[in-house]
């Protein structure tokens, strides 16, 4: 029988700053992606107008100036195959040029060779239309390609192009034959178009009206360019929230709630057009609790973004970055050990590829990762540990290798790098020695409170105080009926002091507040 198909549901919390969007499989968080509801000026997929700083003949590159304090990086290869079309389409158009006119008649040409050369295409001070392949990371800036593409659902589109490509996944003849008549006759001239899997059985009103938006997205541009030639933003790619949808909605998302009306409506629209009998799934969500508290998006962040990451039946990873590459540590834990050792060892990795899986996708980690899994003797065990972590990887959307184990025990996984990876910092600053690592001696403790009640007594004329502690501390200051810490505070400095016991608080933690219950400094 065949297995059902997990739920997705996208979860968007929309802040004054920041825009959070988790994706969960059966409830459990598996892409995690923050942008800035300011907007991040060099996002991969933006477009730019830039300007060519300087040439590397040995490189075959060129340094180019998109706005970023870091110079973006393109090679020869990433011109694209009719790059002189969007060179000639920048010198040219200008306030009194028509552009469209402009654009239809520029010849799309030959195209480039793949042995040229970059200095017979570009040059020191030239302005050429770029796009973001990769965003800047560490030291490096931002990589670009010139060969601009429009990604949406159905169709990417392909400025000063001729072809019209089918996706392999779509095995129908008949099917192939009717999208590429109907998108062929959709496109204007000196368009062309990449027709992706998920248009397949859709109708003609769907593949027109994604067309004509791309489209019109591209041409908007045009304006920008012929009124100012500097080095500018042209157009974004679409907002997470909506790129997202654009790559994975497909039947087995259930909802998408949204605690922004305005990004609610935004992301209906949105799947209105790429798939309009899915609007409905959209929602507003106007619970009282935080929206990430409510889908527990909040706790599955804080438990799977720390450099130790435990998995079920307590084996657990260890997770380093670095810049050149990234390592996982496979522990088998406390887990109960069975007879069979060797049995033992493959079921831990097992389980540990499953979270290794969603922990590439989590942090977007990208680059070389190396895994260490538990030694196992039997190559039957590896192999199938091999085929296991390819069949998880398979929902990754981004590139990847998975190579087999070395007789180490390492697994190599090359993954797609084209953002920095994603890493929260899950830890807080201890309320006791306040991120020093040092606290104070238990012995005197007593004393370090009882210079806080003079200070507040005496000093500052407090005349009842509400002493909150641990309950091994509390258990401490009121031991002796008679002559305990309390009973002689309350003598010594004729105040009314009264304890409470917190069990959160760790063993020596103490704070102080006054009669109106305001905590004390």
Not at 113 to 130: H, N, S, T, V
Request: include cysteine; proline fraction near 3%.
């Amino acid at each position: 029988m065949e297995s059902e198909k997990p739920d997705k549901d996208l979860i968007v919390d929309v802040s004054s700053t920041e825009v959070h969007i988790a994706l969960m499989e059966n409830h459990r968080l598996i892409e995690y992606n923050t942008e800035s509801s300011t907007g991040n000026k060099f996002s991969v997929g933006d477009v730019h107008l830039g300007k060519v700083k300087k040439i590397l003949p040995n490189l075959n590159a060129a340094f180019v100036d998109i706005g970023d304090k870091k110079e973006a990086f393109i090679h020869y290869l990433d011109l694209g195959l009719y790059f002189p079309a969007f060179d000639q389409f920048v010198r040219e158009s200008n306030g009194n040029t028509n552009l469209k006119d402009l654009y239809s008649r520029i010849p799309v040409g030959t195209p480039l060779p793949k042995e040229g050369r970059i200095d017979e295409y570009l040059k020191p001070g030239q302005m050429i239309i770029a796009q973001i392949v990769k965003e800047p990371i560490s030291t490096k800036g931002s990589r670009l390609t010139a060969e601009i593409s429009l990604a949406g659902r159905n169709i990417v589109l392909l400025p000063f192009a001729e072809k019209v490509s089918i996706s392999q996944k779509i095995g129908s003849k008949e099917e192939k034959r009717r999208l590429e008549t109907l998108v062929r006759s959709i496109l204007p001239k000196n368009y062309g178009a990449i027709i992706r899997t998920a248009a397949e059985g859709k109708n003609a009103a769907t593949l027109v009206g994604e067309t004509e938006a791309l489209i019109d997205k591209w041409e908007s541009s045009w304006a920008s360019i012929a009124k100012n030639k500097t080095v500018q933003l042209l157009f974004t790619e679409y907002s997470k929230t909506t790129t997202v949808l654009r790559d994975l909605l497909n039947d087995s998302f259930s909802n998408i709630w949204i605690n922004d009306e305005h990004v609610a409506d935004e992301a209906r629209k949105y799947v209105s057009l790429i798939s309009p009998e899915q609007e409905k799934i959209v929602h507003l969500y106007d619970g009282k609790q935080p929206i990430f508290d409510h889908f527990e998006v909040t706790r599955q962040i804080k438990g799977s973004f720390g450099k130790v990451v435990p998995m079920r039946q307590g084996a657990y990873l260890v997770i380093e970055t670095t810049e050149a590459l990234n390592v996982i540590d496979v522990n088998s834990g406390i887990r109960t050990k069975t007879a069979d050792q060797e049995e033992n060892s493959f079921e831990v990795n097992k389980i540990a590829a499953e979270e290794i899986a969603r922990q590439l996708r989590l942090r977007d980690m990208g680059g070389i990762v190396i895994v260490d899994f538990i030694d196992m003797e039997s190559n039957d065990h590896k192999n199938a540990l091999f085929k296991f972590m390819q069949e998880l990887m398979e929902a990754d959307r981004a590139k990847h290798n998975v190579l087999p184990l070395t007789k180490f025990g390492l697994m190599q996984i090359t993954r797609q790098r084209i953002r920095p990876v994603t890493e929260i910092n899950t830890s807080e600053q201890c309320p006791v020695c306040h991120g020093t690592g040092k606290i104070h001696s238990s012995v005197v403790i007593d004393e370090e409170i009882e210079r806080k009640i003079a200070f507040y007594t005496i000093e500052k004329g407090v005349r009842s105080l509400l002493i909150k502690t641990s309950p091994i501390l509390g258990a401490y200051l009121r031991r002796g009926l008679f002559n305990s810490f309390l009973s002689r505070w309350r003598k010594r400095y004729k105040a009314r002091i009264e304890l409470e016991e917190v069990t959160e608080f760790s063993v020596l933690q103490n704070e102080m507040y006054n009669e109106k219950g305001e905590k004390l400094d």
